[in-house]
């Protein structure tokens, strides 16, 4: 594996931080670099070709407010040519109507910068009224709910991580 993947994370309370580190773990930490979005800057982004964000949805369907702040930011970045998964943490029961919009604002922003998608998630198993972060019935990335499903963290990072070596050729 010579590909080497750039995971950038924001966190408020720890659990999107602590779920990144599953991620990289999952993939080996050979093949992904962690990089809290508080430290990037623009051109980190360049080095990789394969990329996995994360975000918390933060108060009423938001940006966790590290990403609210670099979020202008990804306009000078050109994101064609380079896969992008996504990742995030919700309370699925507390915010039912905005579950996951985090992943779906960044995932939006990103792919008008020319970012492609992958790591499409299902909604099965989910019980929510409304996301930002459904396209075409899925979830553009994998959702994950630490308040109220925080035993299926775990079983559901390494199943999409088995799918995203796939999806990045890896």
């Known amino acids: 594996m010579s590909k080497k993947i750039g995971l950038f994370y924001g966190t408020q309370t720890g659990n999107t931080e602590s779920d990144a ?9 050979e093949v992904v670099t962690l990089h809290p979005i508080y430290e990037a800057d623009a051109t980190t982004f360049d080095e990789y070709e394969l ?18 702040g670099f979020f202008p930011d990804l306009d000078e970045i ?8 996504y990742f995030g943490d919700g309370d699925q029961y507390g915010y039912a109507d905005n579950f996951q919009d985090a ?26 009224e409304n996301s930002r972060a459904l396209k075409n019935g899925k979830f553009v990335g994998l959702a994950l709910d630490e ?8 079983e559901r990072i390494k199943t999409w991580v088995a799918q995203l070596k796939r999806e ?3």
């Open 147 to 154: 308040g109220s499903q925080s035993d299926l963290t775990d």
């Open 168 to 170: 990045f050729g890896l």
């Open 78 to 85: 050109d994101f064609s040519g380079k896969l992008v998964a």
């Open 103 to 128: 992943m779906g604002i960044l995932e939006e922003k990103i792919s008008q910068r020319g970012g492609k998608t992958v790591g499409y998630w299902p909604t099965e198993g989910y019980d929510f």
């Open 21 to 29: 580190e599953k991620i990289r773990d999952e993939f080996g930490d």
């Open 51 to 68: 990329l996995i964000i994360g975000s918390p949805t933060w108060d009423i369907g938001q940006l966790q407010s590290d990403w609210e």
